[in-house]
């Protein structure tokens, strides 16, 4: 089952997401004969594992399967021309992971060492960052000539959990979706300033926080549709063009140890978002950054296809 959040920010509504059309899942609902309150609910996490409505929108996903072919035009909503928006308004905490495929820690001139003598470097977004699907990212007049992509894994966390184990981990998500975290490169603040041990790391960071650098979506997929999610294909063009190509199974942490690491610093609660990481093929290995008018496209199998245009600020 995949779920999408559209309409808009005043009005939003939760939607079985397919690429052959949404279906409102209150509508959907109501055509199926289930009637709960909790189908108006205009809240994505309601229908996910361990939300109150989670076993009616199964049921009503079942219906709509069998009988897509058949609802009415009203029930059928065209994704390309339905305004899609992030299945998450407002999580608590967006983490992210760096260096967590070991194809791209080489590609940056590093050596990935053995998952056992390491640990996750996890970084976090503000919310501010977060970007429709379909929606453009701006590229950023304070820094604009080194903006770059990241697709990612997203993990959307269902229940809360305090330092699980890695092993029941996986029973805290929700939902699995596309991100793509965008990163100014060569963000440098105050040109003129005087030279400091940190400044290349804050740098680096910073540039990940500007307005629009985290578009997710366009939908999420059911988690207990996913047992395993190192098992997914993953790429992502630029105009077209291939530049990511690689699998979540490349992780050098995988989700559940993840969610095992952070959740002994942080609690993590329903809504919050894990990205997990990017692999091999990001545009600064070869000098290559977006600029206004280019396309994105970021594909994660079973999930979906997140496609993002790039505009000037």
């Not at 594992?49 to 069998?66: H, M, N, Q, S, Y």
């Not at 970084?123 to 903006?147: E, Q, Y």
């Not at 997990?276 to 290995?285: D, E, N, Y």
């Amino acid at each position: 089952m995949r779920l999408c959040r559209f309409g808009t920010e005043d009005m939003p509504r939760v939607g079985l997401y397919s690429e052959q059309g949404i279906v409102p899942l209150a509508g959907a609902a109501g055509a199926a004969g289930i009637d709960t309150p909790v189908m108006q609910s205009p809240h994505l996490l309601d229908f996910l594992p361990a939300g109150a409505g989670f076993e009616a929108a199964r049921e009503a996903a079942a219906w709509v399967l069998k009988n897509f072919d058949a609802l009415p035009a009203n029930l059928k909503l065209d994704p390309t021309k339905t305004s899609v928006l992030v299945p998450v308004p407002s999580p608590r905490k967006i983490f992210l992971l760096a260096g967590n495929y070991a194809e791209h820690i080489r590609e940056g001139g590093g050596i990935a060492e053995e998952r056992q003598n390491t640990f996750p470097y996890v970084f976090m977004k503000p919310s501010t960052t977060l970007t429709n699907p379909g929606a453009a990212i701006k590229i950023p007049k304070a820094a604009p000539d080194a903006v770059d992509w990241e697709l990612e894994l997203g993990v959307i966390i269902g229940r809360t959990v305090k330092a699980v184990s890695e092993e029941k981990a996986l029973e805290a998500v929700a939902g699995y979706t596309v991100i793509n975290d965008i990163s100014q490169r060569k963000y440098t603040p105050n040109p003129n300033r005087k030279p400091r041990d940190k400044d290349k790391f804050f740098d680096w960071l910073h540039g990940k926080w500007f307005d629009t650098f985290c578009p997710v979506g366009p939908c999420v997929l059911s988690a207990d549709d996913l047992p395993d999610p190192q098992t997914l294909k993953m790429t992502l063009k630029l105009n077209g063009e291939v530049r990511q190509d690689s699998t979540t199974g490349a992780m050098i942490f995988p989700v559940a140890s993840l969610i095992a690491f952070i959740s002994q610093m942080a609690t993590l609660e329903p809504g919050d978002i894990i990205c997990t990481g990017t692999p091999a093929g990001v545009g600064h290995t070869t000098n290559t950054f977006l600029k206004p008018g280019d396309v994105m496209t970021g594909y994660i199998e079973k999930i979906g296809t997140l496609v993002t245009p790039v505009a000037a600020e």
